[in-house]
């Protein structure tokens, strides 16, 4: 508890963690060192959808490995981009995401929220992977095809 106030630090991480990795790990564990209660935000496949490309992992799956973290104390679906309600009703105090939304979420700080944009680097992001797998199946596709016909003799 914030010893100004006795009150709860109430944090909110958000994400879609698709092929969950690392850097979705580190964000997560960092969420719950800033306050008392961590509640993290999984994205639907419905909103992704309305932004990006659908997620490789679906929502039930995605939901489940963040469920069995022992890091968060709850975990919500997340249907909305727009958190101003999020806030409101669960009292969030501190909002974490990944730094590729860098000042999307800056008018919550209108609200008393401490913004938090947890910098990935150059590391490990889903996007990278599934170019990363892409290209090695590609290949491995290329490699089987291309071959020469052999005489059937």
Request: hydrophobic fraction near 35%.
């Amino acid at each position: 508890m914030s010893s100004e106030t006795n009150k709860q630090e109430i944090v909110y991480v958000s994400g879609t963690f698709d092929l969950f990795h690392s850097n979705h790990l580190k964000m997560i564990k960092y969420g719950r060192g800033l306050g008392d209660v961590l509640i993290v935000g999984v994205s639907t496949d419905e909103l992704v959808c309305s932004y990006k490309k659908p997620p490789a992992v679906p929502f039930e799956e995605r939901i489940a490995i963040v469920e069995g973290l022992k890091y968060p104390d709850l975990v919500i679906p997340q249907h909305v981009l727009e958190h101003t309600e999020t806030v409101k009703k669960l009292n969030i105090t501190r909002f974490v995401i990944g730094d590729d939304w860098y000042g999307k979420y800056d008018y919550l700080k209108d609200l008393g929220v401490e913004v938090f944009y947890m910098p990935y680097g150059m590391g490990v992001s889903s996007t990278n992977l599934k170019e990363k797998i892409h290209d090695q199946y590609s290949a491995l596709i290329r490699n089987s095809d291309e071959h020469p016909i052999p005489e059937p003799k």
